[in-house]
């Protein structure tokens, strides 16, 4: 087969190609599986495919199955990666794993903004990521991208949605300083450190403590950052499968559930928020213990944890006057699941542990100004990429869990959404854009 670039509805269509779908970037694939260590078999077959030549895939280990990512190349996917696509899916066939495409989902943000060279800089340095054709993006590929839509005029009140990031190092003078010089605006000194871009779009950073784990030396490759989160560098996929399937057995022998992220020239180890937290916000024993293992594991294969920064943890924030009655919307849009606590953070998350936890702050009607903040459209919305055939699904369930259709003039290609309190997601599929007309507008990226 000639390797020609192929649109994302031709790749989805070429023919042993069922198991995946094309979403926001790249082609994906979700195989259910048993446990962390029979996810683990398949990243041990698909060794042999980027031994062969394959490009290295984004993998995303977890106890109920593994996330499979074949990224876009330069000029996008390609008749190569359809070849790719069904050996990966044979190898899991041959495991005895299923493939399950309505699972599959890509979480980004999108910036309105007057001035995106005034702005851009700014959230480059908050979230430590690097510009691309189509706006910022995580060199690790493993938290949303972001792109940035034109806005006709400012917007100056307070937005109602914001993103918390956390880092591995706190906040230090130098960034600060940084942040500070490419636009940023203290909105509270005080822990977290709430800052607002030159438009007044708002970040809250460091979420937490970003301490060691712990006073034990065992566990000093961990960062507690609202996830305990390490990172091994590895000089090949092979070294990072090898160490991702220690890890798996560690998790699977302790009970404990554990993200696993292979990306090239790394492998995260990662807690996921609220996943071994006691009521008082503090990991439970066993995890501690299952992360002085792991840590053991990987310094035995001689990886020492990466030293810089770039590490993170990022969630994404809801202000809600009625968070009983706004919850809900993003529950079924998202398909997320209620956090395990009823406390101060009212969180929900991806039953996969993919994309990133939201959770609700609850604001007073009258304090906050909320009705002309709702009047003012949000200048931060999310975008939601899901396959083109689970689409309408979404877009039912959300409405029948109180939201609303604010724009569905680019439809097929994205629906608009509104929650009872006015904050939207894009609904957007890949699949079938590029043979449609030219859109009206700009198209979430």
């Known amino acids: 087969m000639p390797d020609v670039r192929l649109t994302a509805k031709q790749f989805q269509e070429a023919g042993g190609t069922e198991d995946w779908r094309v979403l926001a970037v790249g082609a994906s694939s979700w195989f259910d599986a048993p446990s962390h260590a029979a996810g683990a078999e398949l990243l041990r077959g698909i060794v042999a495919l980027v031994d062969d030549g394959a490009p290295q895939p984004d993998v995303d280990l977890r106890p109920s199955g593994v996330h499979v990512r074949i990224p876009s190349g330069p000029t996008g996917l390609s008749a190569a990666d359809v070849s790719f696509a069904r050996a990966i899916s044979d190898i899991a066939r041959g495991l005895e794993l299923r493939a399950d495409p309505a699972a599959l989902q890509s979480v980004q943000l999108a910036i309105d903004a007057v001035d995106t060279k005034a702005v851009m800089p700014f959230w480059r340095i908050v979230f430590g990521y690097e510009e691309s054709q189509d706006g910022l993006t995580d060199s690790l590929r493993r938290d949303p991208g972001i792109w940035f839509q034109q806005a006709d005029q400012l917007r100056p009140l307070r937005n109602r949605i914001h993103v918390d990031v956390a880092w591995a190092d706190d906040i230090d003078n130098t960034r600060r300083?940084?942040?500070?010089?490419?636009?940023?605006?203290?909105?509270?000194?005080?822990?977290?450190?709430?800052?607002?871009?030159?438009?007044?779009?708002?970040?809250?950073?460091?979420?937490?403590?970003?301490?060691?784990?712990?006073?034990?030396?065992?566990?000093?490759?961990?960062?507690?950052?609202?996830?305990?989160?390490?990172?091994?560098?590895?000089?090949?996929?092979?070294?990072?499968?090898?160490?991702a399937t220690a890890v798996a057995r560690l998790a699977d022998d302790a009970g404990k559930a554990l993200m696993v992220d292979v990306r090239p020239g790394c492998i995260t180890l990662d807690s996921g928020k609220d996943q071994h937290e006691t009521e008082n916000f503090d990991l439970d024993e066993g995890f501690i213990e299952?992360?002085?293992?792991?840590?053991?594991?990987?310094?035995?294969?001689?990886?020492?944890?990466?030293?810089?920064?770039?590490?993170?943890?990022?969630?994404?924030?809801?202000?809600?006057?009625?968070?009983?009655?706004?919850?809900?919307?993003?529950?079924?849009?998202?398909?997320?699941?209620?956090?395990?606590?009823?406390?101060?953070?009212?969180?929900?998350?991806?039953?996969?542990?993919?994309?990133?936890?939201?959770?609700?702050?609850?604001?007073?009607?009258?304090?906050?100004?909320?009705?002309?903040?709702?009047?003012?459209?949000?200048?931060?919305?999310?975008?939601?990429?899901?396959?083109?055939?689970?689409?309408?699904?979404?877009?039912?369930?959300?409405?029948?869990?109180?939201?609303?259709?604010?724009?569905?003039?680019?439809?097929?290609a994205w629906w608009t959404l509104a929650d009872p309190e006015g904050n939207e997601v894009d609904v957007a599929v890949a699949s079938g854009r590029e043979e449609a007309p030219r859109p009206t507008s700009h198209a979430p990226a």
């Not at 784990?213 to 996929?237: K, V």
């Open 177 to 243: 300083a940084e942040v500070l010089a490419n636009g940023g605006h203290v909105v509270d000194d005080e822990r977290p450190w709430v800052i607002d871009d030159p438009e007044g779009n708002e970040a809250c950073l460091p979420l937490g403590p970003t301490a060691a784990l712990g006073d034990d030396p065992e566990t000093q490759d961990w960062r507690q950052m609202g996830s305990a989160i390490t990172c091994y560098p590895t000089g090949s996929f092979r070294e990072s499968v090898d160490l």
């Open 290 to 412: 299952l992360a002085r293992r792991a840590q053991a594991a990987a310094r035995g294969m001689g990886r020492p944890a990466d030293p810089s920064p770039r590490r993170r943890f990022l969630q994404i924030s809801i202000h809600a006057v009625d968070v009983p009655a706004v919850r809900p919307f993003w529950m079924a849009v998202l398909g997320y699941q209620q956090g395990p606590y009823q406390r101060l953070l009212q969180d929900i998350y991806d039953p996969r542990r993919i994309n990133p936890v939201f959770w609700f702050q609850q604001i007073d009607a009258k304090d906050a100004n909320d009705e002309a903040r709702r009047a003012q459209r949000n200048r931060i919305h999310v975008d939601l990429f899901v396959p083109d055939d689970q689409a309408q699904a979404r877009i039912d369930a959300a409405l029948a869990a109180g939201g609303r259709i604010a724009n569905d003039s680019e439809a097929p």
